[in-house]
């Protein structure tokens, strides 16, 4: 008679029939729950039959798919603005930073060059003669850098940033100081004549050598200027601006220098200066009332006596000033240096950047490798250059991590039984995640969601280490589906119990990274949006196209051939093992274990001339609608063997020729169920703490505004006015006489403001500039702007007033007397001005947000009098978003807390289980807040996102083994064991795969993600790790739900009784053959042992008459059977 046939033959649509002991089970649940995940995981089973049995067409229509979205890389932007990266649109600071460009243009600020020195021996003293020497050497080294574009040489002195070149009517002279003027450089060398060497101007005068700042005298070479041209005016400029000897009347830092001048303080005396001395209070540039350093520009890591003298310090900076690309355009349009080459404002830009780049490279070889200072230097586009390579795929680290982790999946998938090895399946899991990491960002790309350094440098190494979870879950559950499941459900079957905890994860990490997006950095939320599509990628690709992976295995192990070598037939595959019966009396009974009662419900199929037969136990969800576990485990499945039911000859009945060791079925599983959760339901608590430091910053000094330097120039030409009107110098009728200040006042005091009659000589001596409360006159306001600006630039430069409209230019000229010269424009009501303030002692976010607050209290203030006003300057720019971030981050983390409360709640259907869970949540979140405290990492905005982040990724720790612990039975402790031994396994190779995902981050050239992400990250998921294998079966085990199921059996007629057993033997209730000669059997067994029962479970009443056939024993004594692994009943 033909044997059975192999199940890829049974029918598609074929379903075990309902068991007549169906009716017998007797259950008390909640329906409602029971109901719904019933008909949830209905779909999860029809979704998984139809991807079984069309594997090839979704495998390749998915591949597809996946492969089109993954093309959207090609429009990938990405982005290195370091304001579009860090300045939320509409924001406050965004709209103020767009009135300021619709007032100044693009870029009208200076951009700036650093230049820092610091001892190789941390903390050692820089205010030295050698050190201030080294600095010398590097600074006039990258102060001489000339870059060759457009067949123009450009250097320093072309580019640099000069405050206030006056305007002189002699054109030679006004060419000839502006090749002299000095650049701004903010330097400690400024406090000695060597400061002198980086300016790099130099001029001609015959009969005399160049004239450089090293040997120039202004009071000097006024003198010898003066015959050839007037130059009171510029004088007066000078003397005003307090330039005097300029550098040549400094002390000298090494005063065996050759060309020390004469005029320096220690050129006789040869004595080396006290270098602390010097920079006591700052340094002047050419002009020692406008241009003052600040110790804290030029200084870092002072030490003072209690005096308040300068001791030591342990830095020294030096900043050069360049002009903005804007600036530079309009210096040089229409100049015939380059009128030849299509002047430009994008060509003034790759100018300064190329400079700027050049600046850098000789700065930092300026000293040698053996020297006691080391130099670092940085400008706006060494910024740029690092976010460039900042925000460049690493191939090799990607390609790295990717391969590490296929080697992984490979090796721990697979297993010596061909049967059972899954190494194929994990390569292809690593490859499908990875192509729906690339799909995720494709489709950002082409969504407009512009890329930026957390895009490059970690979502894909993270979004790896996520997304091979899933399918280390659902491989495993696949393996240990029941035996006797037909192959056309075996897909079905596995997404039925794995489906609704991949959708909890998936979904808790897309909330979780959706609210991340909540804080106000758009880097940080792009980054957060692509995650969260990344993780809805990855949840399709799992759902939909590994199962398909999966279906094309499972034909490969059907056809028993070789993993990995699928071509070739496996060499095990016509290997017969005969599993003999064992004896119930050769097996010792572990005293003290529970009671125990098992239900067993066969499909038996036989041939009617054989002796044997085949025994399929199919899932119960086939034979009671209880709600079937999602989770990879043998023990909520039924159990299937093949067994000789009949009696056997004597011989073959042998005892076993060995004892196997004890070791040697030890697993995950074993070491969870008979070794942790021991140990582990032992009760036992831990606390964490974090400190948090404050740096408050210093007392700050009242900065000067535009207005204090207009109204102390008209106190002072009033001042020059007065003397000249008393003297009689300036009359009524003639100012000629008088001095340029004088002159100054005479024609602004007779203004009227008044178009039809412009001038009243009568207010001469009735008015003044300025009067007794400080105020200027309303009407001679816009009018004394305008002389102001064009009469004194070194104080408008001071001031960095940045006046919109710009007020017209007008010369003055002491020696013209017509009415043209006397009437003065007015200059337009300004729209936009802004003067500066420093601050200083801000190094955490703390001082930071302490000082924005202050400014902006400052501003609402002006603003209630009627002056609208607002801060601008990096601090602002990069630190205003940290005012709301506490809100951010707490309004995040509570919604996030909520949705994940909702659903779990939902998908569980169990509110009491959500608790537990978005209670263990929340204690990662502020254990992982403190431990960063210990690391020394200070809440900012990237960590801000990881602890929003942390919820939803805690959730793949946590949600496997409270779905477990739900769908048990019996006692919390049993139900806790049963959870653990069954989600051990699935868990830590979850968290073993996370972190090798992460291990690739840790090779990162950039300390940046190292710190923030590796690190925070690593201690994630070792937080994870411990909350969920180790505090929530605890927490479960003392405040757990009840079982969702409790079942009862009782006999049926139909079904065998224990007593009936003895007296007739073992008579099977038959049905209807089956076609081709199978018969279905359905039995029932119950096997008690007399140790106590097991809270929760059903004792069958005692009967005199138990005693069973040996026939009836390898059923309970099998590896298969729950009787052989101790109790852990399901509601299956």
Known sequence: MAGPPPLRELPPDYMPPDSPAASQILTVSLKAPLWLRAYFQRLLFSLGCSIQRHCGKVLFLGLLAFGALALGLRVAIIETDLEQLWVEVGSRVSQELHYTKEKLGEEAAYTSQMLIQTARQEGKNVLTSEALGLHLQAAFTASKVQVSLYGKSWDLNKICYKSGVPLIENGMIERMIEKLFPCVILTPLDCFWEGAKLQGGSAYLPGRPDIQWTNLNPEQLLEELGPFASLEGFRELLDKAQVGQAYVGRPCLDPDDLQCPPTAPNHRSRQAPNVAQELSGGCHGFSHK????????????????????????????????????????????????????????????????????RFVQLAQEALPENSSQQIYAFSSTTLEDILHAFSEVSASRVVGGYLLMLAYACVT????????????????????????????????????????????QVLPFLALGI??????????????????????????????????????????????????????????????????????????????????????????????????LCCFSSPCS??????????????????????????????????????????ILPP????????????????????????????????????????????????????????????????????????????????????????HYY?????????????????????????????????????????????????????????????????????????????WVSSDPLGLAASQANFYPPPPEWLHNRFDTTGENLHIPAAQPLEFAQFPFLLHGLQETADFVEAIEGARAACAEAGQAGVRAYPSGSPFLFWEQYLDLWRCFLLA????????????????????????????LAMMTVELFGIMGFLGIKLSAIPV??????????????????????????????????????????????????????????????????????MVLTVLTLLGLLHGLVLLPVLLSILGPPPEVVQMYKESPQVLSPAAAQDSGLRWGLSPSLPQSYTRVTTSMTVAFHPPPLPGAYVHAASDESTWSSVATPAANTAGNPSSRGPCPATE
């Open 290 to 357: 406008f241009m003052h350093w600040q110790e804290e520009l030029l200084l870092g890591g002072m030490a003072r006596d209690p005096r308040g003298q300068l001791l030591r310090a342990e830095a020294l900076q030096s900043t050069f000033l360049l002009m903005s690309p804007h600036q530079l355009y309009e210096h040089f349009r229409g100049d015939y240096q380059t009128h030849d080459i299509g002047w430009s404002e994008e060509q003034a830009g790759i100018v300064l950047q190329a400079w700027q780049r």
């Open 413 to 456: 998938m697979l297993r010596w039984d061909c049967a059972q090895s899954q190494g194929t399946v994990g390569l292809a899991g690593v490859l499908l995640v990875a192509l729906a990491v690339a799909s995720g960002l494709g489709l950002c790309a082409m969504l407009g969601i512009a890329f930026n350094a957390a895009t490059t």
């Open 467 to 564: 997304g091979v979870d899933d399918i280390f879950l659902m491989a495993h559950a696949f393996t240990k589906a029941p035996p006797g499941t037909p192959l056309q459900e075996r897909m079905g079957e596995c997404l039925q119990r794995t489906g609704t905890s991949v959708a909890l994860t998936s979904i808790n990490n897309m909330v979780a990274f959706f609210m991340a997006a909540l804080v106000p950095i758009p880097a940080l939320r792009a980054f957060s949006l692509q995650a969260a599509v990344v993780v809805g990628c990855n949840f399709t690709a799992v759902m939909l196209i590994f199962p398909a992976i999966l279906s094309l295995d499972l034909h490969r192990r059907h056809c028993q051939r070789l993993d990995v």
């Open 574 to 615: 016509a290997r017969v093992i005969q599993i003999l019966p064992q004896e119930l009396g050769n097996r010792t009974l572990p005293v003290g274990i529970a009671h125990l009662t098992t239900t067993v419900q066969a499909f038996t199929h036989c041939e009617a001339s054989s002796q044997h037969v085949v025994t």
């Open 620 to 707: 119960q969800a086939h034979l009671v609608p209880p709600p079937s576990d999602p989770l990879a485990s043998e023990l909520f499945s039924p159990r299937g063997s093949t067994r000789d039911l009949l009696d056997q000859e004597e011989g073959s009945r042998q005892k076993p020729a060995f004892k196997s060791l004890p070791c040697a079925c030890w697993n995950l599983a074993h070491f969870a169920r008979y070794r942790f959760a021991p140990l582990l339901l032992q009760s036992h608590a831990k606390r964490f703490s974090s400190l948090k430091a404050v740096l408050p910053p210093p007392a700050t000094h009242t900065p000067r505004t535009w207005l």
């Open 711 to 787: 109204r102390n120039w008209l106190q002072g030409i009033q001042a020059a006015f007065d003397q000249d009107w008393a003297s009689g110098r300036i009359t009524r009728h003639s100012y000629r006489n008088g001095s340029e200040d004088g002159a100054l006042a005479y024609k602004l005091l007779i203004q009227t403001g008044n178009a039809q009659e412009p001038l009243d000589f009568s207010q001469l001596t009735t008015r003044k500039l300025v009067d007794k409360e400080g105020l200027i006159p309303p009407e001679l306001f816009y009018m004394g702007l305008t002389v």
């Open 893 to 920: 983390v509570c919604i996030l807390l909520v949705c994940t409360f909702l659903v779990c709640a939902l998908l569980l259907l169990s509110p009491w289980t959500a608790v537990l869970i978005v209670l263990v």
């Open 945 to 1014: 996102v990881i602890l929003v982040a942390s919820v939803g990724i805690g959730v793949e720790f946590t949600v496997h083994v409270a779905l477990g612990f739900l769908t048990t039975q019996g006692s919390r402790n049993l139900r806790a064991v049963c959870a653990l031994e069954h989600t051990f396994a699935p868990v830590t190779d979850g968290a073993v795969s996370t972190l090798l995902g992460l291990l690739m981050l840790a090779g990162s050239n950039f300390d940046f993600i190292v710190r923030y992400f590796f």
